[in-house]
């Protein structure tokens, strides 16, 4: 499952275009509903 969520991250990562902000704000977004 990790594996998924990580391979999931990196998709985001690309489409976005290594957003950080974006990125940041997806972190802080998935830490409030469920932490890894």
Known sequence: ???LMLLLFGAVV???GT???KI???INKGDE???F
């Open 1 to 3: 499952m990790f594996g």
């Open 14 to 16: 690309f489409i976005s």
């Open 19 to 21: 957003d950080i902000e």
């Open 24 to 26: 940041r704000d997806f």
């Open 33 to 35: 509903s469920d932490k």
